[in-house]
């Protein structure tokens, strides 16, 4: 599992307590709806802000290529 800076949690908790006061909006103006969206968003602002942060391919639901590689070479 990657691990976090500090700040990057910090910046992380900023978000998501915004996303539970229901304050948290994407780009376009939309509120945000989904927990996942809101990590994602937290995250993204980290690494925005130069914080160590996973990259996206750590996160949760990103497919590996590997597994990709292997259900094919199965058929």
């Known amino acids: 599992m990657a ?3 500090k700040k990057a ?3 992380i908790g900023e978000v998501m307590h915004e996303f539970k006061k229901g304050e948290l909006e994407t780009s ?3 509120k945000v709806t989904d927990r996942d969206q ?3 968003i937290g995250i993204s602002e980290a690494h925005q802000a130069g ?3 996973p990259k996206k391919a ?3 639901g990103a497919s590996s290529k590997k597994s990709d590689k292997k259900t094919a070479k199965k058929h």
């Open 9 to 11: 949690q910090e910046k």
């Open 58 to 60: 750590d996160q949760k």
């Open 51 to 53: 914080y160590k942060a």
């Open 38 to 40: 809101a990590v994602a």
């Open 3 to 5: 691990k976090y800076s």
């Open 28 to 30: 376009s103006g939309k």
